[in-house]
């Protein structure tokens, strides 16, 4: 069964303070991993797929990467608005995507 | 604008009660998923159908169905409704099945049982 788990749960930064989400997993032959956007009372919002280890994808102040093991999402210098919940999500044998429980970020001015 | 429509957007209801949620997919997109999004479970994968057909179920209780008509749109059932039963509903479509692509995701029906 795909596994995934982010940490930290919440996490509570200074606008302007960069840090990092992580989201581990466990599958058998991984396709692509997502990270998602979402906002309070929406649907989840797609950021990006990453296909394989090594690779990076950047938006804005965002980059994820990915090793075999885990992904990454990084935030450089956030704004209040970067403020959100981050999931991840990957796609293995099943092609149905599992999702993590996600990463509630909050960035203060 | 992820292209994706579900109504209603809230929805309260008493137990034991039926209910049905809708879903429009995005232009073009064949797939769509049903996802139960609640505060201690996270996105729960339900059921996913393309082009009209079920092709996989996950942990979907059997008060639970759900269909895709020819037009592609899709509707949940929900009945003999429980307390537990309260959460968000989630409908995602895809273009297609089978291979890696990111889902679009409607805004969701919060739905409540008292």
């Known amino acids: 069964e795909d596994q995934v788990t982010q940490s930290p749960e919440a996490l509570r930064l200074q606008e302007g303070e960069s840090s990092s989400l992580n989201c581990s997993y466990t599958?058998?032959?991984?396709?692509?991993l997502f990270w998602y956007r979402q906002d309070p009372g929406k649907g989840p919002e797609f950021l990006f797929t990453?296909?394989?280890a090594g690779e990076e994808k950047e938006k804005e102040r965002l980059k994820a990467t990915l090793t075999k093991k885990e992904s990454f999402l990084h935030i450089t210098a956030p704004k209040p608005e970067d403020s959100a919940t981050y999931l991840c999500?990957?796609?293995?044998?099943?092609?149905?995507?599992?999702f993590g429980r996600g990463t509630s970020l909050i960035v203060h001015p | 604008d992820s292209g994706v429509t579900q109504t209603p957007k809230h929805l309260i209801t008493a137990t034991g009660q039926r209910v049905t949620l809708r879903c429009s997919p995005r232009?073009?997109?064949?797939?769509v998923y049903w996802y139960q999004q609640s505060l201690d479970q996270g996105l729960q994968f339900l059921i996913h159908y393309y082009n009209g057909e079920e092709r996989a179920k996950g942990n979907i209780l059997e008060r639970f169905s759900a269909q895709q008509f020819p037009d592609l749109h899709s509707e949940l059932n929900l009945s003999s409704l429980e307390l537990g039963d309260s959460a968000l509903y989630f409908c995602a479509s895809s273009a297609g099945q089978g291979h890696v692509s990111p889902l679009h995701f409607g805004n969701g029906t919060r739905l409540t049982v008292t």
């Open positions: 999500a990957v796609q293995a044998g099943s092609y149905i995507p599992t």
């Open positions: 232009s073009g997109d064949l797939s």
């Open positions: 990453l296909y394989s």
């Open positions: 599958v058998s032959g991984l396709r692509g």
